[in-house]
């Protein structure tokens, strides 16, 4: 099926049918595609004889074009708390696991993570953690029971509220909830109300498919006491907040902190118990000195490379966005609970406003209740498919479902849905010219033609910016840079490319003096799942010689690999696993990285580079392959009958550590020089206790052993005080 030639059919290359090209052929095609769709300042369908071939296609080749750049965000609760529902979360490509203290115990979020963990061991797929504070949120106190799993659950008793009716709110928490009485968790709720405000009752979570919710109007007060008249009716059941509006509709703002002592203690113990908080974020964030405590609150815990998101969700986050996205690490966009406070007609343009900010900042920024119906339906709506896909091509990094896995009946299919709709956004916003029209707006955004002021780009931001227009430019297969805080990672993420994001992080050992040490590399993976377009890997763990002037920029020095050869080589690997790119199909990748002070861009071959690493390791200690290069054809999706084709598979972010390559090649092509140490990697017992964030004592220690024992044998010093290598 073609479609007919127009006046612009001068622009149009004869050419196979898509299905019928190679990986290479393809990139080409639509690299064509865009640069005809920038010269005539828009898309024209009939530049593309293939167009509705494009459309229909089954890209039964691997395409850059399959793999998912939007991140998924997943709550985590009683619909998907066992180990086989969040496997096959996992494997449908959730990278992110949300814990909402909002909800459940201490105790209920602990033995989810430890079931999350046991999730991530058994499928070998890294998964974020992100903890949510409940923040100044009013609760109504209902009775408690446990379930059969021995977990605190609040009653589903209905209660039922008609128009017109009289309901007393109280403090007194031990009083019994019931239609004509509310016990509340704030205790200074009489003193913050007037006659005439509004309060909105609601379920937690609420969907559209459960949207009742209970509109009460203040009359008077009796001693300490609220009392109301129900202005509209509802039943409602199960966890209920309370939303407090002025006669106006503005907020009504209260004395809660942001965060409680109850969120600080939660925090601490949860950490505490379970070594994992990639991010943290901070509920009804109304200032820049809410970041700030959240940092020292990580800070001082022991955490202080977590992450803090700003979630906004009233008029007084709107009011201070400016300076919450220079100070926080990205935004929550609640719009359950900010929708409460914008109005309907308004809250597309606050939404498109929002993230374009966020993507001039380069922060991320996450979008919920999108497929609110999936939460009972097996199906979104159209107009929920739509509202994914313009999230997506606006610029959104992942997009967060909470009732949908929480408490929904089709949580593993609620995830595939909503990234087979991120897919097809993303392919077309490639195919438009949408990403180069993004890459141009932050360039008028840099020089001053949005902000009023010339804003000075860094040496690094420079680099990745220059690394995704050259990707545009070569119709690279892929761009490779190295991590080491993630800054550089990010900053390309920003630039939205056209391709995957291969991010190198290098499991490492750091020493903050000469008897702890402590694994670092981990935490960083996990926190690059939420980028857009990244795909963060786990080199494998190989021993160099120490240097011991080498510092990570905060004092401490670390112990990395010898060279840089052996993590680019499992990059190029990796990407052949992902389906990236194709052994014999002459793909070229971008690789930035920093040669001391000097940051670099360079243009490879993947066939080359590969064929140049297998030569070199006879005489390398670091290579331990002396296979020819014949053998990486073993490594191509479609010669590997054992490996899924499907999208899920290939855009999965993260492999276990010690997963990586162990199986990669055959037998035969794993000999070991008899004149060369082996490399030391991480054994499975240590990589099962990294995978569930042990990083003290306990996993290093084993570690640590081991490496000494090689170093020993390589004639390396290994005491982190030795002053040279």
């Known amino acids: 099926m073609s479609l007919p030639h127009t006046a612009s059919s001068k622009w149009t290359i004869k050419q196979p049918p898509l299905a019928e090209m190679n990986s290479t052929q393809q990139r080409a095609h639509y690299a064509r595609t865009m640069s005809v769709s920038s010269s005539m300042g828009g898309y024209d369908a009939s530049t593309d004889d293939n167009l509705a071939t494009t459309i229909l296609a089954k890209y039964t080749r691997s395409s850059n074009l399959r793999t998912t750049a939007t991140q998924l965000i997943g709550t985590i609760g009683p619909a998907c708390n066992n180990v086989e529902t969040l496997s096959e979360m996992l494997r449908a490509g959730m990278t992110v696991a949300r814990f909402d203290f909002s909800a459940f ?60 009716s009289t309901v007393s709110l109280t403090a007194d928490t031990t009083q019994s909830c019931s239609n004509a009485t509310l016990p509340v968790s704030y205790s200074r709720i009489h003193g913050v109300l007037e006659p005439g405000d509004r309060i909105i009752v609601t379920r937690y979570l609420i969907t559209g498919t459960n949207s009742d919710s209970v509109t009460l109007e203040v009359t008077g007060f009796e001693g300490q006491d609220v009392v109301c008249r129900v202005v509209v009716g509802a039943t409602l059941d199960g966890a209920l907040n309370m939303f407090l509006k002025k006669a106006d509709s503005t907020p009504v703002r209260t004395d809660l902190p942001i965060i409680s002592k109850e969120d600080q203690d939660m925090v601490q113990s949860f950490y505490s118990a379970t070594r994992s908080l990639d ?102 709506t159209r107009a929920e498919a739509t509202d994914v896909a313009n999230a997506v091509m606006d610029g959104a990094d992942g997009i967060m479902l909470g009732a949908e896995t929480l408490r929904g009946l089709h949580p593993v299919t609620s995830i595939e849905t909503v990234l087979q709709i991120a897919r097809e956004a993303e392919s077309y916003y490639i195919r438009t010219g949408a990403a180069d029209n993004h890459f141009q707006s932050l360039v008028e955004a840099n020089r001053g033609d949005v902000t009023g002021s010339f804003q ?7 680099c990745a910016s220059s690394v995704v227009r050259a990707s545009s430019k070569l119709g690279a297969a892929a761009i490779i840079c190295f991590a080491s805080t993630g800054t550089t990672a990010r900053l390309i993420s920003k ?7 291969i991010c190198v992080v290098q499991p490492r050992l750091k020493a903050s003096n000469g008897l702890h040490w402590q694994f670092s590399g981990l935490g960083l993976a996990k926190q690059l799942l939420a980028c857009r377009g990244v795909i963060p890997m786990l080199s494998s763990a190989v021993i160099g010689p120490f240097n011991a002037g080498e510092e990570d920029g905060s004092g401490r020095r670390t112990m990395t690999a010898g060279g840089s050869a ?62 020819s290069y014949e053998n990486l054809a073993d490594l191509s999706p479609t010669s590997r009958s054992s490996r899924s084709n499907s999208s899920a598979s290939l855009r999965r972010s993260s492999l276990h550590p010690n997963k990586l390559f162990s199986n990669s090649l055959p037998s035969a092509a794993r000999p070991v020089p008899e004149s060369a140490p082996a490399p030391a990697t991480v054994s499975e017992d240590v990589a099962s206790r990294l995978m569930q964030g042990d990083t003290a004592e306990g996993a290093a220690h084993d570690y640590l052993r081991e490496l000494e024992r090689r170093l020993e044998q390589s004639g390396v010093s290994s005491r982190p005080d030795t002053p040279s290598g």
């Open 456 to 462: 000075k780009m860094s040496s690094v931001e420079a």
């Open 105 to 164: 115990t201490l105790d209920y979020h602990i033995k989810a993570h430890r079931t999350l963990s046991e999730a991530m061991k058994n499928t070998g797929f890294l998964c974020a953690t992100m903890v949510d504070t409940k923040g100044p949120e009013i609760q109504v106190v209902r009775d408690k029971y446990v379930d059969e799993h021995g977990d605190v659950r609040i009653s589903k008793h209905a209660l039922h509220f008609s128009e017109g």
């Open 566 to 627: 052996a993590p680019l080589r499992d990059a190029l690997r990796y990407g052949i696993e992902l389906g990236l790119f194709e052994h014999g199909a002459n793909d070229h990748v971008v690789i930035t990285t920093k040669l001391g002070g000097d940051h670099t861009i360079k243009v490879v071959n993947v066939d080359e580079m590969l064929a140049q690493s297998m030569g070199t390791r006879k005489s390398s200690a670091m290579f331990t392959d002396a296979s």
């Open 495 to 501: 630039w939205r490319p056209a391709v995957p994001v």
């Open 279 to 380: 991010f943290l974020a901070v509920s009804y964030t109304s200032c820049k000195a809410d970041i700030v405590n959240a940092r020292q609150l990580c800070k001082g815990i022991g955490a202080p490379e977590t992450s803090i998101l700003a979630k906004l969700e009233n008029l007084f986050s709107l009011d201070n966005f400016d300076e919450l996205v220079v100070e926080s690490d990205g935004v929550v966009l609640s719009r359950g609970r900010l929708g409460q406070d914008v109005p309907v007609e308004k809250f597309p343009r606050v939404q498109k406003h929002l993230i374009k900010q966020c993507n001039i900042h380069g922060k991320l920024i996450w979008i919920t209740r999108v497929v609110d119906t999936m939460s009972e339906a097996p199906r979104p």
